[in-house]
């Protein structure tokens, strides 16, 4: 089997190309933020941020698949727009039938 064929079953897809919708937000608290991009234990935030809080949950939505996890939020003295962290458990994997919106 090559990657082509792959694709298409993993996206039930004949052809085309496809983008993914992918949404990131970090709550803590009462408060959700948006994030701009996650990976090598970072968050990185579309503009400087404090965040109050030292624990967190981190939802990644891409296309309707909705991963949930905690993380601890590495000590910041002063807003940055990328904040260090360290993933602490994954919580729920959901499917949703519809993309959920954030403004």
């Excluded at 970072?42 to 996890?69: A, M, Q, Y």
Aim: aromatic share 4%; no cysteine; hydrophobic share 35%.
């Amino acid at each position: 089997m090559n990657l082509g064929t792959l694709e298409n079953q993993t996206l039930g897809r004949s052809g085309g190309s496809h983008s993914a919708n992918i949404q990131i937000q970090l709550r803590t608290g009462d408060t959700t933020f948006t994030v701009s991009q996650i990976g090598g234990g970072h968050l990185i935030f579309p503009h400087p941020v404090i965040i109050p809080s030292h624990t967190g949950e981190v939802t990644l939505t891409i296309d309707g698949l909705e991963l949930k996890w905690s993380v601890e939020l590495l000590t910041q003295s002063q807003p940055s727009p990328m904040v260090e962290i360290a993933y602490r458990n994954m919580l729920q994997v959901t499917e949703r039938s519809e993309p959920q919106r954030v403004l």
